[in-house]
């Protein structure tokens, strides 16, 4: 009867609700660190060792909870962290652009 729809609906409802995440912050600072480390090995590593210097520092105010500190300290390494890889990317293609621009400018010249 009744009984049975209300708790086959209680029972869905439970079925859709996902459990609660352990540690909502935790997942953000070990992916900013892990973009930091990777643009050291594949990125400009001098860059990437300060964007991992500096998503340290915010792991470091998360953890004291100054939050804004945090944030601003993340956003740096970030942003270093991506221009690493960039400068990287740009140094690899247009390494070898270079090098052909300039045998076709010595073809050309003789």
Known sequence: GWMDD?????LMSVAVVAPP???????????LRC?????????????GVVA????????????????????????RARRLALISIAVWLAILV?????????SYAIAQAE
């Open 6 to 10: 209300k708790a086959g609906e209680a």
């Open 35 to 47: 973009l930091a480390a990777t643009s050291i090995i594949c990125g400009c590593s001098c860059l």
């Open 94 to 102: 247009l390494g070898p652009l270079l090098l052909w621009l300039l």
């Open 21 to 31: 995440d352990p540690a909502p912050g935790r997942r953000g600072r070990h992916r």
């Open 52 to 75: 991992l210097v500096f998503a340290v520092k915010s792991e470091e105010r998360r953890k004291a909870g100054r939050m804004a500190e945090a944030a601003l300290w993340g956003g």
